[in-house]
Structures are given as structure tokens and as C-alpha cells.
């Protein structure tokens, strides 16, 4: 069974920053793309990050320049450093695969979400 796991929410300053990870563990052949999305009360869950295998990367334009994705293939894991964090930035982050993983004995593709991480940013 696949699983992603996040980590490292939590509560911070306006200014301040906070790392994500996540893990995604299980009878995984492959990760395509990895990303993290989230969710603020009342608003539609959106694309924060995104990163393909290759590590070519793309934001939502109210975080470019302050907010990294990276990703560790070996370790099947996905990272998001939140600089500068601002007030706005307050959700429940998810983070998201697209992979290719075996059972029994065949081959699948599907989208994964982790279970979320709250972030809150006080002003």
C-alpha cells in the first residue's frame, strides 16, 4: 500500500520560515511529478509547488522567490523551505505524487495525497 506522510507544519511569525517534507513509502516502481497544494479555510484547495523527476519546478506566483522545492529521489521524498512567510500563507498544506507502483504483480499509476500539515503564520 502506498502512503505520503508530510511533516514540519506548524506555528510561526510573519517573517519567519518553516520546511516541509514528506515521504512517500510503499511498493513504489516510480515518482513522476511531486508537488504541494493547500488549502486555506473557505477557499478551494490550489497548487502551491510543483517538481518533476527531472527537477524542473514551478509556483503559484504568490510564492515564487520565497518558497524551494526540492526532492530527494532516492529517498522518495519532497521538500517545501517557506521563507518569508506571510499571514495569507496560513493552510492545510498537502502534498501530492504522481507514481507508479506494483500489486499484485501489475503495475499502476495514481495520484497519492498525504494527509495535510497545518501551517499558520501570525502577523
Known amino acids: 500500500q502506498v502512503q505520503l506522510v508530510e511533516s514540519g507544519g506548524g506555528l510561526v511569525q510573519a517573517g519567519g520560515s518553516l520546511r516541509l517534507s514528506c515521504v512517500a513509502s510503499?511498493?513504489?516502481?516510480?515518482?513522476?511529478?511531486m508537488g504541494w497544494y493547500r488549502q486555506a479555510p473557505g477557499k478551494q484547495r490550489e497548487l502551491v509547488a510543483k517538481?518533476?523527476?527531472?527537477?524542473?519546478?514551478n509556483y503559484v506566483d504568490s510564492v515564487e522567490g520565497r518558497f524551494i522545492i526540492s526532492r530527494d529521489n532516492a529517498k522518495n521524498m519532497v521538500y517545501l523551505q517557506m521563507n518569508s512567510l506571510k499571514p495569507e500563507d496560513t493552510a492545510v498544506y498537502y502534498c501530492?505524487?504522481?507514481?507508479?507502483?506494483?500489486?499484485?504483480?501489475?503495475?499502476?499509476?495514481?495520484?497519492?495525497w498525504g494527509q495535510g500539515t497545518q501551517v499558520t503564520v501570525s502577523s
Open positions: 517538481i518533476t523527476s527531472g527537477g524542473n519546478t
Open positions: 501530492n505524487a504522481d507514481l507508479t507502483y506494483y500489486r499484485y504483480g501489475y503495475r499502476y499509476t495514481a495520484d497519492y
Open positions: 510503499g511498493t513504489i516502481l516510480r515518482i513522476n511529478a
